[in-house]
């Protein structure tokens, strides 16, 4: 079945750690996205990418970096200068160009992050 | 950037019941999805509706675009049901494209007693 895997579910960083989260699709779809949720909170785009080797800042983006090597992957570091880490990451994807039908966001499970 | 209230904040029903919520956004838009994220915080895809109706099953929603508002009717509600359910659009004037980056509400919690 398509969809979109997430791993770790649930990470545990020390202080001045960088962890990285990973972010697999099997959708074909070519638009990757990483938002960020605290608790009660809606979601934040933390970076995005329309295309292999290149993706964009989104509202929250200091503290992480991201890469895109593959269509099917785009895994999201949370470095050292995010001062407050602990949350909830989810990753989504989504079809691009004129031919598609549906534009709709598929999501990951998610991965909890704590600071301990 | 684009604002986006969803109402009500939270909804108590019992089983069997019927509801509607409210997406408001304040510019136009080119995308527009409902999302359901169950307690465990799986986000499920409910409807793509920049515009018009669509239904599915017990679920039904209606965008008018014209007047920046969109709403989700639940009818005969079950206890699976409850969770958070956030509206997101994407603004017109951010591209020519349907696609990218989405603004989410702060999401209406739903819950559903037996």
């Known amino acids: 079945d398509g969809g979109i895997t997430q791993s770790p579910k649930y990470l545990f960083r020390k202080e001045g750690q960088n962890v990285t989260l990973s972010c697999e699709q099997n959708?074909?779809?070519?638009?990757m996205y990483w938002y960020r949720q605290d608790p009660g909170q809606g979601l934040r785009l933390i970076y995005y990418?329309?295309?292999?080797?290149?993706?964009q800042k989104g509202d929250i983006a200091e503290g992480y970096s991201v890469s895109r090597e593959k269509k099917e992957s785009f895994p999201l570091t949370v470095t050292s200068a995010q001062k407050n880490p602990t949350a909830f990451y989810l990753c989504?994807?989504?079809?691009?160009?004129?031919?598609?039908?549906?534009?709709?966001?598929?999501f990951g499970s998610g991965t909890r992050l704590t600071v301990v | 950037g684009i604002q986006v209230e969803q109402s009500p904040p939270d909804l108590i029903l019992q089983e069997g019941a019927n509801s509607t919520l409210r997406c408001n956004f304040s510019?136009?838009?080119?995308?527009l999805q409902w999302f359901h994220q169950n307690p465990w915080g799986q986000l499920i895809n409910l409807f793509y509706?920049?515009?018009g109706t669509k239904q599915n099953g017990r679920l039904s929603a209606t965008t008018v675009a014209t007047e920046r508002y969109s709403l989700l009717y639940i009818s005969s509600s079950q206890t699976t049901d409850s969770g958070v359910y956030f509206c997101?659009?994407?603004?017109?004037?951010?591209?020519?494209?349907?696609?990218?980056?989405?603004?989410f509400g702060q999401g209406t919690i739903l819950t559903v007693h037996p």
């Open positions: 989504a994807s989504s079809s691009l160009g004129a031919g598609a039908t549906n534009y709709g966001y598929t």
């Open positions: 959708l074909n779809h070519d638009a």
């Open positions: 990418s329309q295309i292999v080797n290149d993706f």
């Open positions: 997101a659009v994407r603004p017109l004037n951010a591209g020519g494209t349907s696609y990218g980056k989405l603004t």
């Open positions: 509706i920049p515009s």
């Open positions: 510019d136009s838009v080119n995308n």
